[in-house]
């Protein structure tokens, strides 16, 4: 996987994430999409939207304002629970996640067990099993255990806000600042997340507000009016994407972590009692949503929580593995009837639903299913990113973006800017646009546009040149295999058919 300093300027130099307001020097952990970026972004969402909503028919999507009544986040527990740990370095200043200094300590002893079965891979060679070399290799096990039993405890201190022995876990396992070396930390104090902003001009008549930390609650609060006025019965779900806050402590790590993000959120409404299906049912979905764009099952994992949200009754991660390691993606909680019941307290509104087959009104317990539009854009480009050493010995810059995703699916080229080519080129762009995102590019030689096409993940090149005067054909060139096949300009739109339509791509979940 490429380097991650390459990844961020790749995606500077080619259109797709800029750092906000660049030219007063950025603003820490916000980002622009450029115009390539913003058509990912859009295709990503699309993706899911079309997964979620256009494929179920008992889900259905809504768009909730970002500001909402401040007693929402009272009731959702925001206010009083939504903190982070945070410790503070005495010398460097520096400020961090408690949690995530503890989880950057155990990442370490990771990749010490990667080294391992590396080693060992090569000593065995086609023999070797790693399955099994992970569960009997004593020193794997011992660092695994270790992992573990650090992960447990920290859970656990965390469950009980017992901050003071996260700062003893800290020291005891002599974690230093990585800024200055040193470990003079400060006390292990809570943060609250949320932004506060105000509603009404004058002082003393202005609301004290927040900006949405999830767009989960926006769903919560609309439940009744989206179950009556669509007359959906449970089992159903609501879907939303959109923006949410927050402000983190550690920002870094380019789009992983944003103060100002976007969130694709799902709220599956069910009967008491059959939580844990749905949990497992929505678990697996997710996976399979996510294995369907054909990154590599290996490089996708379960992460079950120790220490459960406020709001939680089970709660597992879908963790990617980014270039710094296994982080989470999405998370699949089951919310039970948490929220529900506690806007019904705050409002004073019943929050229920008759459900004809059980003949009864209950508050509706609910698995949520949520995954960052960022995140996810930053695991596909990061994947999709690499440098290839070609058989001539020279190399080429590749993103390698699941075509379904790609900001534009086909550029066209003619090979040289004359002789009526252009115009040609130009005829096929407009026979396309209608159903891809279509690019025409006359400038260099073609070798040149290629390589640009490859490093902005365009599938597929359609190369204009004199033959196709006479006997109207083009040249077809795919992104990845290089390889060029002349096709009839009156078969491209089947050819590009076959991998550019959602359809197959969606059909494979
Ligand atoms: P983390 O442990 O990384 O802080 P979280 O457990 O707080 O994440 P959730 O509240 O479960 O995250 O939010 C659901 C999803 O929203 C996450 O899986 C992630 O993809 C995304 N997300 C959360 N916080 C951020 C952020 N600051 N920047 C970008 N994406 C985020």
């Known amino acids: 996987m490429t380097d991650f300093k390459k990844i961020i300027s790749h995606a500077k130099e080619y259109g797709f994430v800029f750092p906000s307001s660049e030219i007063y020097d950025g603003l820490s952990a916000v980002y622009d999409y450029a115009q390539n970026g913003v058509a990912l972004k859009k295709n990503i969402r699309d993706y899911w939207w079309k997964s979620m909503v256009q494929l179920h028919s008992n889900i259905v999507g ?11 986040w009272k009731a959702s527990g925001h206010v009083d629970a939504f903190n982070d740990p945070l410790i503070d370095n005495k010398d460097s200043k520096k400020r961090y996640r408690a949690d995530v200094l503890v989880e950057d300590y155990c990442a370490k002893i990771e990749t010490k067990i990667e080294k391992e079965v590396n080693k060992a891979a090569k000593r065995f060679g086609e023999s070797f099993d790693k399955t099994q070399f992970l569960a009997t290799n004593p020193r794997v096990v011992g660092y695994q255990e270790k992992i573990d039993s650090i992960l447990k405890r920290l859970g656990q201190s965390l469950e009980k806000e017992d901050l003071a022995d996260v ?3 800290i020291e005891e396992l002599d974690i230093a600042c990585p800024e200055s070396g040193s470990r003079n930390w400060t ?3 809570q943060f609250n997340l949320m932004f506060g902003t105000k509603l009404g001009a004058s002082a003393d008549s202005a609301m004290d507000l927040y900006l949405r930390p999830e767009t989960a609650q926006g769903i919560f609060v609309n439940f009744l009016n989206v179950q009556k006025t669509g007359r959906m019965k449970i089992p159903f779900g609501i879907a939303q994407t959109g923006k949410a806050f927050r402000n983190e402590i550690v920002a870094r790590q380019f789009i992983f972590r ?12 069910i009967p008491p009692g059959t939580q844990k299906e749905w949990y497992e049912q929505w678990k697996q979905t997710r996976l399979n949503w996510h294995l369907s764009l054909g990154m590599g099952e290996e490089n996708y994992r379960f992460h079950d929580h120790e220490k459960l949200a406020h709001y939680a009754d089970a709660a597992a991660d879908i963790e990617f593995k980014f270039p710094f390691g296994f ?5 699949i909680h089951s919310r039970t009837d948490f929220d529900l019941s506690s806007h019904e307290e705050f409002s004073g509104k019943k929050l229920q639903y008759f459900d004809p087959e059980r003949n009864e009104n209950y508050v509706p317990y609910v698995v949520e299913t949520s995954v960052g539009l960022d995140r996810m854009f930053l695991a596909v480009f990061s994947w999709a990113l ?14 390698k973006l699941p075509s379904v995703l790609a900001p534009t699916k086909v550029a066209v080229l003619p090979l040289v800017k004359k002789d009526g080519l252009p115009e040609l080129a130009n005829e096929i762009v407009d026979s396309l646009k209608w159903e891809h995102a279509t690019a025409y590019d006359e400038k260099d030689a073609v070798g040149r546009r290629y390589r640009r096409q490859d490093a902005l993940g365009t599938p597929f090149c359609i190369t204009v040149d004199h033959q196709s005067l006479e006997d109207k054909t083009v040249t077809l060139r795919d ?20 991998q550019l339509n959602i359809k197959h791509w969606l059909q494979k979940i």
């Not at 809504?62 to 929402?72: L, S, V």
């Not at 290839?388 to 993103?399: A, H, P, V």
């Open 62 to 72: 809504i768009d909730a304002a970002i500001f909402m009544h401040p007693t929402t």
């Open 167 to 169: 700062k003893n876990l």
């Open 187 to 189: 006390d292990v104090k």
């Open 258 to 269: 944003m103060r100002e993000f976007e969130q694709m959120e799902m709220q599956f409404f």
């Open 327 to 331: 982080k989470e993606l999405e998370g």
């Open 386 to 399: 690499r440098e290839e050493t070609l058989e001539d010995g020279s190399s080429r810059t590749l993103l």
């Open 479 to 498: 992104r990845d295999s290089m390889q060029q096949e002349r096709v009839a300009i009156a078969d491209l739109p089947s050819r590009l058919d076959e």
